[in-house]
């Protein structure tokens, strides 16, 4: 049977489709505040949900032990309780749905010697990305049931930024395959768009950032921040030393990523630019005309979701936008390095 085929290639769509929703319900997850609302994981069982009064009573006595309830919404109840629990475990049973669509055919596809060598060592590499995905999200609830009934804000950029990366990987992988030609590469041109995927990288981990600190609630302007003014003070007064200002600081934080908002659409209006020098297949003319594209969408959700303080779907929305940006920028890398 021949190696590398069509199967194999829908499959590792398929987990980039599936690990798209695991985001955009994560992202959901995340703006309801229903993360802490399962505070305990087990790995089968877990995936059947209370499924009688009993049941849910006892899901809500243990969730009542633990510092999201105490501290911030002892004013729950079961039904209350029920509508962040729904997301919490939908995000985790899609999770352990992705475990099994890359495990299961992985194992299928080897046993019937449908991978080629490299494409194995690529497979074993992604289903280490998603086994570490997952400590991470366990990790990361960790650290909302101690004192703070609220997840640390640098484990859900890691565990965020790792779910990114897992998808570009896969896709990355499955484009290999697409494209299996080698060809010619411009390198300046090629280093340009890497450093822009960099800085996208970046933005992601700054976005995750904004959104572990609920920094989007404040200076709710644009393109100032409060009073008028560029750069707010509490930019730079929050924390101490100065530094952490920018990395855990509410108005930092949100003071870096609005910049790096214009640095992001600058290269990538850069790359098109220095695009138009080249001779272009038709697959980098489209890959250069998406990210542009999106882009300039993404910049104003980011907007938006800034000015009309995170309602929900517009943060899903502008999360959403900057999955469709990296994927852009991940074909548009490929198309100019293989």
């Not at 501290?71 to 729950?76: A, E, G, R, V």
């Not at 049931?145 to 640390?152: E, F, G, I, K, Q």
């Not at 005309?289 to 800034?306: A, K, R, Y």
Request: charged share 15%; with cysteine.
């Amino acid at each position: 049977m021949k190696k590398d085929n069509k199967k194999v290639i829908y499959w590792l769509f398929t987990g980039c489709v599936l690990i798209f929703i695991m985001v955009i319900v994560g992202g959901i997850t995340r703006l309801t505040h229903s993360g802490l609302s399962i505070s305990n994981y087990k790995l089968i069982s877990g995936t059947i949900p209370p499924m009688n009064d009993t049941e849910w009573q006892e899901a809500f006595e243990l969730y009542q032990q633990y510092p999201e309830y105490q501290k911030l919404n002892n004013h729950f109840n079961l039904q209350d309780f029920k509508d962040i629990y729904f997301w919490e475990w939908l995000h985790r049973v899609i999770g352990r749905f992705i475990g099994l669509v890359f495990f299961i055919p992985f194992i299928y596809f080897l046993i019937t010697k449908q991978l080629s060598k490299p494409t194995i060592k690529k497979a074993i590499i992604l289903m280490c990305m998603g086994a570490f995905q997952g400590f991470l999200g366990w990790y990361m609830v960790k650290s909302g049931l101690v004192d703070n009934p609220d997840v640390s804000h640098f484990r859900l950029a890691a565990h965020l930024t790792t779910a990114f990366l897992t998808f570009a990987y896969t896709f990355w992988v499955a484009l290999d395959l697409i494209y299996p030609n080698k060809k010619d590469i411009n390198i300046p041109f090629r280093n340009l768009v890497r450093l822009t995927y960099i800085i996208i990288v970046l933005q992601i981990i700054y976005g995750a950032f904004v959104a572990g600190l609920d920094a989007g609630f404040i200076h709710n302007h644009w393109p100032l921040m409060s009073e008028g003014k560029f750069m707010h003070e509490t930019v730079y007064i929050e924390q101490s030393p100065l530094i952490k200002n920018f990395i855990e600081g509410k108005s930092g934080v949100q003071f870096v990523h609005r910049c790096l908002a214009y640095i992001v659409v600058a290269f990538v209006v850069i790359v098109y630019v220095k695009s138009r020098k080249l001779i272009l297949t038709l697959p980098q003319n489209r890959a250069i005309n998406s990210i542009l594209i999106i882009v300039f969408f993404q910049f104003v959700l980011g907007v938006l979701t800034i000015m009309l303080q995170v309602p929900v779907w517009l943060g899903v929305a502008h999360q959403v936008g900057a999955f469709f940006l990296l994927t852009a920028i991940t074909f548009t890398l490929h198309r100019f390095t293989k």
